[in-house]
């Protein structure tokens, strides 16, 4: 069997199975509308608003979409016993949650850009530097479905990857600049900032729509991309040890 082929039909398997059902695809896009208005409106500024909110929102739309339907998806597969028959697939244990992983990555790459897709009739968009902001959207995508991933392996129950779910997600919108900068935060709070993969996200994204950033677009996407595979190998590592072993 190619490769190629198996991860596909893993990836569009997930897609129809998952991704792709009516209520899913309506919520994908209700959720970041709903954010872009909640804080369009609350910002009460006007018009010169949405460029300092739409990295924030972006990345809060990510976010949210990765994290639920990955760690929803993967543990109800492992209690229904359906991802121990993908474990007999002959591909690399490492391509296979690749595969499982990848349609997370896309529902949260199309979250992204709705209300990017919104700002586009309200704003100038024109200066915002593509070249950062689409990798930007990628790695943040990445990164937040690889925390999915070890958020789902370590518990065994829907409910309760929901529950730990936002153990992560609430302090991440406040901690990592997403609204405002990570330089107000109290002294005590900034370490904690910087162990936040997020913090890397917003910060390359508000650098690519308004210039507002503090670190290199090099560091911030680097680290980013440290945050992807050491959550993605901790996360294969747990579910060896808890699911297969």
Not at 1 to 6: E, G, H, Q, Y
Not at 53 to 58: E, F, I, Q, S
């Amino acid at each position: 069997m190619k490769l190629w082929i198996a991860f596909w039909n893993i990836l569009a398997k997930d897609m129809r199975t998952y991704y792709l059902k009516p209520p899913n695809v309506s919520w994908g896009l209700i959720f970041p509308l709903a954010w872009t208005g909640m804080f369009f409106i609350r910002s009460g500024s006007g018009l010169d608003s949405i460029t300092a909110l739409l990295p924030g929102v972006v990345a809060v739309a990510i976010l949210f979409g990765t994290t639920s339907m990955l760690s929803v998806t993967v543990t109800f597969e492992k209690k229904n016993r359906s991802f121990e028959r993908l474990l007999l697939a002959p591909i690399p244990f490492e391509l296979l949650m690749l595969a499982k992983t990848g349609g997370a990555i896309l529902f949260g790459m199309a979250n992204a850009f709705v209300p990017v897709v919104m700002a586009a009739f309200l704003a100038d968009l024109s200066t915002v530097s593509w070249g950062v902001f689409v990798p930007g959207v990628f790695l943040i995508a990445a990164a937040s479905t690889f925390l999915g991933l070890f958020i789902a392996v370590s518990v065994s129950e829907v409910f309760e990857a929901q529950t730990f779910s936002n153990f992560f997600r609430f302090p991440m919108i406040f901690l990592c600049g997403l609204f405002f900068p990570v330089e107000n935060l109290p002294v005590f709070l900034k370490p904690l900032s910087y162990a936040l993969p997020l913090t890397y996200g917003a910060d390359a994204l508000h650098g690519a729509v308004d210039g507002s950033h503090c670190m290199p677009f090099a560091l911030d996407l680097s680290l980013l991309g440290a945050f992807c595979i050491g959550l993605f190998a901790v996360s294969l590592w747990n579910i060896k040890r808890k699911w297969i072993a």
